[in-house]
């Protein structure tokens, strides 16, 4: 019933930029908290960046500064803003929708930052 679909992955340089996309469907999306999280060859999926329905945000050490989450409730889309890539950010990254009634996730899509 809900799918998240993930964009704007893709090869950048160290030091570029991409923004990150998840379009939401289902009708759940102005009752959820939002988040990216990635996963890189070899590691653990971890947390990236929240925002909840309200727009209160968090991220993770890794990319305070540098990345910022953002949502728009009328186009049902959470945003992804990277900024100053490093290599250490290849992996792919994933959209995630979360309440107490469900826990949904996107397919992913793949960013990888060359050296």
């Known amino acids: 019933q809900v799918h998240l679909v993930e964009s704007g992955g893709g090869l950048e340089q160290t030091g570029g930029s991409l923004r990150l996309s998840c379009a939401a469907s289902?009708?759940?999306?102005?009752?959820?908290?939002m988040g990216w999280y990635r996963q890189a060859p070899g590691k653990q999926r971890e947390l990236v960046a929240t925002?909840?329905?309200?727009?209160?945000?968090n991220a993770a050490d890794s990319v305070k500064g540098r990345f910022t989450i953002s949502r728009d409730n009328a186009k049902n889309t959470v945003y992804l803003q990277m900024n100053s890539l490093k290599p250490e950010d290849t992996a792919v990254y994933y959209c995630?929708?979360?309440?107490?009634?469900?826990?949904?996730w996107g397919q992913g899509t793949q960013v990888t930052v060359s050296s």
């Open positions: 925002i909840t329905t309200g727009g209160s945000t």
């Open positions: 289902g009708g759940v999306f102005r009752f959820s908290d």
């Open positions: 995630n929708a979360k309440s107490s009634w469900w826990n949904f």
